[in-house]
């Protein structure tokens, strides 16, 4: 059972560009969640989804950032006109079922985001 | 092979007694440590870190932890606990601070407080 998948690893953008970034949580499981870690710093929610609804997404940002969860394919992170501090690195991970009703979150090997 | 234990899966305490939630590590060199809880249905919160310094550190909700490098521990710990601390609690390594840092996870513990 492959674990949770990340891609891409690394990406590069320039001011202003779009960043999308994938996750594609461990078999079976149909809930996903979404962190942000600034240097130094710890974790910060950013967002959960279940397949097709977005559940609690009190960590995003008003602006620029968007995330779904479709009935078919991985959950995206959208980040449009990207600045310079959105460099971060992003954090995927998935459960089983209700997020901290005994179910383990399993998270994927992040996407270090570069804006130049 | 970088490691984080929390070797409990599940501790009860009644309400108004200390709490303690381990974590041990096995890493190479100089650990930076974290504290993280979730509710239910909610995402990872952050409690507390250690970077350098102090080895108590203070956090949210009336959480600490004390670094112990000899015996590569650190243990989150609560005077007294409250019916609403009951979630699951997780401990975090980051190896270093550059671009190509890693984040390893313990396996998490659930703490359950009793009225």
């Known amino acids: 059972n492959a674990g949770v998948m990340q891609n891409p690893r690394h990406l590069v953008r320039r001011r202003g560009q779009e960043a999308r970034l994938r996750c594609s949580p461990m078999?079976?499981?149909?809930?996903v969640y979404w962190y942000r870690q600034l240097p130094e710093e710890g974790l910060k929610f950013m967002v959960y989804l279940q397949k097709e609804n977005i559940i609690d997404e009190s960590g995003m940002p008003k602006e620029r950032f968007s995330a779904e969860f479709p009935k078919e394919g991985p959950s995206i992170l959208r980040i449009q006109q990207v600045v310079r501090g959105d460099s971060a690195a992003y954090f995927c991970a998935s459960s089983r079922g209700l997020a901290g009703v005994g179910e383990t979150q399993y998270f994927g090997p992040g996407t270090r985001l570069l804006v130049l | 092979a970088q490691s984080v234990a929390q070797p409990e899966d599940q501790v009860n305490v009644a309400e108004g007694n200390p709490l303690t939630v381990k974590c041990t590590y096995s890493v190479s060199g100089n650990p930076y440590l974290f504290w993280y809880v979730q509710y239910p249905n909610r995402g990872l919160q952050f409690l507390l870190k250690?970077?350098?310094?102090d080895n108590l550190v203070k956090g949210s909700y009336g959480f600490e932890a004390e670094f112990n490098k000899s015996q590569t521990s650190f243990h989150l710990k609560k005077p007294s606990a409250l019916v609403s601390d009951s979630a699951l609690y997780f401990c975090?390594?980051?190896?270093?601070?550059?671009?190509?840092?890693?984040?390893?996870w313990g396996a998490g513990t659930k703490l359950i407080i009793k009225p």
């Open positions: 975090a390594v980051i190896l270093s601070m550059d671009s190509n840092y890693q984040l390893i």
């Open positions: 250690y970077i350098t310094g």
């Open positions: 078999k079976g499981h149909s809930h």
